[in-house]
């Protein structure tokens, strides 16, 4: 790890007393408690706004050989390596109005990855794709789902704008039913589960949020009857109106400055500033990447995991914010790599933290202009505490006469939702709009929250097979007692960055076991 400009104990004593005074300003003890998810009794926040009308069907009573719960990129990619190992009847169960997953809810303006499209993308040397931009737009991943649900003909058996409500292993038949919310009870050989890790959006448990009269949404379902315009922006129905966004995590910081281009006002309301790197979004040409060559796409993609989790690479293909805070990314991340000196280590480690964070604290004071502003935008905690932003338009948007930075930090978020807008330290701020960008429950989609039960062999509820012990999977795929069951996700199982390649290696394992299943007569 390098230690650019490394900062002397005395600053570094200082550092730790700010962040641990930082940090109590902020916690709560209602912890996640604090947060309302959309389903409990506040159904109409979830509601899908892309779908368009639901067409009515028949329930379905059928046989399919693998049934896949989610249809974002963990369900295609599983369902694309299932047709490569020549599996016929797959069949994704989607909750949406089509394939897509976070990209086909995340919609807001401003909507990027800010993880190298060309790692990012799945399956781009099968497809034949080239993204664009080194940043991809959302509506360009989306429709790259699209495209890969397409090129393995996904289409036919998926089945759209339905919820899983519970898998239940029939042990005389040995086949898995499948429930749904439209009625289904279908049957399964194997199902795979790939149900995300932040799909639920939440709201802030806030006094009065139900009573504000004004419009307001979440911004994985976002408005565009009522704000005009699309993800590149052009927000006419905002023009004249006041709008309070809170939330500034990855969200906010691609979402304030394209609402500061068009709304009347915008209240700016932050709990805990993000850092906030470089972005320098650009056009890449095919041939920077070395599109074309065999197998291109995966040694990127190879080089960017080896690079942001410390292992020897011979370059840096990717060469951006990502790859170059690598050495920080340990809590993301742990290498494991500690032998040696623990404490010469960990001093290094700090060191390097204060440094990059020193750097990115001088960063906000370049951008904004007003000192006051810039102070309150600087972050007080190590690198990675709060997952890293990248942007290169979020600070320059708090120098405008329509953008207001309401610090919420000593009132531990907003205090109270009124009628007419918000209040915070006893101001009230009128408002036409509050958009919340306040993320997702995190980590209990699905099988983890319980909110689809699955029972195994002797009718054994998966989650009270884990209550006693925790969960226990074989590397985070299958569990003893639910056969043919196969799990995607972050339960037990690899970490990366760049989550499409974590579910993608899984994609292609779980195609191998069912494969490699069937070839045994298992
Ligand atoms: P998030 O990271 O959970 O941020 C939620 C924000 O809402 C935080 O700033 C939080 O403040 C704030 N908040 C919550 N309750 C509040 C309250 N009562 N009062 C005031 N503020 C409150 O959600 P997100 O930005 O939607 O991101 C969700 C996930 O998607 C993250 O993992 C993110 O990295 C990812 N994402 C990725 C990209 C990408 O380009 N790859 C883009 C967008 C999002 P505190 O920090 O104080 O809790």
Redesign the pocket.
């Known amino acids: 790890m390098t230690t650019p400009q490394a900062p002397s104990g005395q600053e570094l004593a200082e550092l730790r007393q700010r962040y641990r005074q930082e940090r109590e300003r902020?916690v709560r003890p209602d912890g996640a408690r604090?947060y309302r998810v959309a389903d409990a009794g506040f159904g109409y926040w979830a509601a899908d706004p892309y779908a368009g009308e639901v067409p009515a069907r028949e329930p379905l009573r059928d046989t399919v050989d693998v049934a896949v719960v989610g249809g974002g990129f963990g369900g295609i990619l599983a369902g694309a390596r299932l047709r490569q190992r020549g599996v016929e009847r797959v069949r994704i169960v989607e909750k949406g109005g089509d394939f897509g997953g976070t990209w086909y809810w995340n919609r807001y303006p401003g909507v990027?990855?800010?993880?190298e499209s060309h790692v990012y993308l799945p399956m781009l040397d099968e497809t034949g794709y080239v993204p664009e931009w080194k940043y991809a737009p959302g509506e360009e991943i989306r429709r790259h789902a699209v495209r890969i649900a397409e090129r393995f003909d996904l289409y036919p058996d998926a089945l759209f704008s339905t919820t899983v409500t519970s898998l239940t292993w029939d042990e005389s038949a040995e086949v898995w039913i499948v429930a749904t919310d439209r009625g289904d009870e279908f049957r399964a050989t194997y199902v795979v589960t790939a149900t995300g890790t932040?799909s639920e959006p939440k709201l802030?448990g806030?006094p009065g949020i139900e009573d504000f009269e004004g419009h307001t949404f979440h911004?994985s379902r976002w408005d565009y009857a009522y704000t005009g315009g699309g993800p590149d922006g052009g927000l006419t129905g905002l023009a004249g109106k006041r709008v309070g966004v809170?939330?500034?995590?990855?969200?906010?910081v691609?979402v304030v400055p394209m609402l500061a281009e068009d709304a009347g006002h915008v209240y700016v309301?932050q709990?805990?500033p993000s850092t906030v790197d470089v972005r320098a979004n650009r056009r890449t040409g095919a041939e920077e990447v070395g599109a074309g060559r065999d197998g291109w796409a995966r040694e990127r993609r190879e080089n960017f995991l080896r690079v942001v989790s410390g292992e020897p690479a011979e370059q840096d293909l990717v060469a951006d914010a990502w790859t170059e805070s690598a050495g920080l990314l340990e809590k993301l991340l742990p290498s494991f790599r500690r032998d040696g000196d623990r404490a010469a280590f960990e001093a290094a480690y700090e060191a390097a933290d204060a440094a990059k964070m020193n750097a990115l604290r001088t960063r906000v004071e370049r951008a904004v202009t007003d000192p006051e502003v810039a102070e309150k935008l600087k972050p007080w905690y190590r690198y990675a505490c709060?997952?890293p932003t990248f942007s290169d338009l979020y600070y320059p948007a708090f120098n405008r006469d329509n953008v207001t930075l309401v610090d919420?930090a000593d009132t531990h978020?907003?205090e109270r939702v009124t009628r007419d807008g918000v209040v915070v330290g006893g101001t009230a701020y009128a408002l036409d709009c509050l958009i919340f960008?306040?993320?997702?429950s995190v980590g209990v989609s699905g099988v983890v929250s319980g909110r689809l039960p699955v029972h195994g062999r002797g009718g054994v509820q998966l989650l009270h097979a884990w209550a006693e012990r925790g969960p226990r999977t074989l590397h985070g795929f299958t569990s003893h007692g639910f056969p043919n069951l196969i799990q995607l996700g972050s339960l037990q199982n690899a970490a990366s960055v760049n989550f499409t390649h974590v579910l993608d290696e899984q994609a292609v394992h779980a195609a191998a076991l069912v494969a490699a299943a069937e070839a045994a007569g298992a």
Do not use: E, M, S, Y
């Open positions: 902020r604090q990027h990855c800010d993880v932040l802030p806030i911004t809170v939330g500034t995590g990855a969200t906010g691609q309301f709990r805990t709060k997952r919420t978020g907003l960008a306040t993320g997702f």
